[in-house]
């Protein structure tokens, strides 16, 4: 969440354990749920990577299949990765 243009800092586990209101959402089945946060800054940056010309060939492929550039894909499957928590 942003409050006046600056990130907050996430409240701990342990925290939310404690409050009262979070306490009795659990209470009524609600249950934690991480979420990873990515801040998109709307600027692209270049990246050098190293990857086996088998996997860069397999990733090529599978861009040109969806459609995608093959930073637009890289991008795709690791926000996917993120996503699922690995």
Do not use: W
């Not at 907050?8 to 934690?32: H, M």
């Not at 086996?52 to 060939?57: A, P, T």
């Amino acid at each position: 969440m942003r409050a006046e243009g600056e990130l907050r800092q996430p409240n701990s586990i342990e925290a939310l354990r404690r409050d009262l209101d979070v306490l009795a959402t659990l209470a009524e089945g609600g249950v934690f749920l991480g979420v990873p946060l990515v801040e998109e800054y709307g600027r692209p940056v270049k990246a050098k990577i190293s990857l086996d010309r088998g996997l860069l060939d397999a990733i090529d492929a599978a861009a040109k299949r969806a459609g995608l550039t093959r930073s637009a894909f890289l991008a795709s499957a690791a926000g996917e990765k993120i996503a699922a928590g690995g």
